[in-house]
């Protein structure tokens, strides 16, 4: 591996970044380094522009590679490992803002009627949790304080951030055949606990079987509007049972609820007339 992208990743870890965003960076510079030819530290400028050229992706993709080769560079400037940042040039395409989409209940109520075990637990961690799944993966049964009251289920996020969320009483029991003994809550056939990786595939591919236009990442979508409707719109305590360090993210996430604007915008209307 490249001698830079070495020192960044030993960084990164320093910073307590999760070793999934960790393993996604790397992978998109490595792929830089083999699009360059030479050592990451002596790109140039035109270099850069080359590479971006050869990015065939979507816009909201497109904007990501951008994003984190810019902070390696920003980051190796303020090493002093480079003179100039040949980085600065780039250009991220403008991403629109796009309308929550959380899954709708019907799909929900059917998803959760067709899944097996685990995975029947890992779509009720997202929908009635708010977990990613990364966050689906590492639960450890020290997490599950389920004697409290109420049970609570301590979730390490992004950054290691660490937040606490209420079980709620269907979730609990889905979690109770698991909470027989200790470490990882989930493992694979041979005993070894399931990456994010494992999570995602078992419940988009469930989604996909169903017909379901929906990935695991919607039912958390769906979490956080039920959440914000529920607590009033309170986006700070959504942000804070997701997980997120910034409410503008949050807000990202949650729907407005069709029957509340229907009835606001019909009381616009009385009020015309």
Known sequence: MDGSLVAYVRWMGLRNLSPETIRSRVSILAGLAATLGVPLALAARDDLARWEATLAIADASRARYVSVVTCFYRWLLEDERIG????????????????PRPIPEDDLALALAAAAAPVRCWLLLAAYGGLRGAEI????????????????????????????????????NSLRPYLCGSGALFRREDGRPVNPAHVRRGCNGLLRELGIPSTLHKLRARFASEIYRASGRDLRLTQELLGHASPSTTAGYVAWHPAQAAA???NLGRRAS
């Open 84 to 99: 100039t940042d040949p980085a600065r040039w780039l250009v991220a395409p403008k991403v629109p803002r796009r309308v």
């Open 264 to 266: 606001a915008v019909m």
């Open 137 to 172: 993966a590492s639960v450890d049964r020290g997490d599950v304080y389920d004697t409290a009251d109420p049970p609570i289920l301590l979730v390490r996020g992004k950054g290691d951030r660490e937040r606490l969320v209420p079980i709620c009483p269907s979730l609990l």
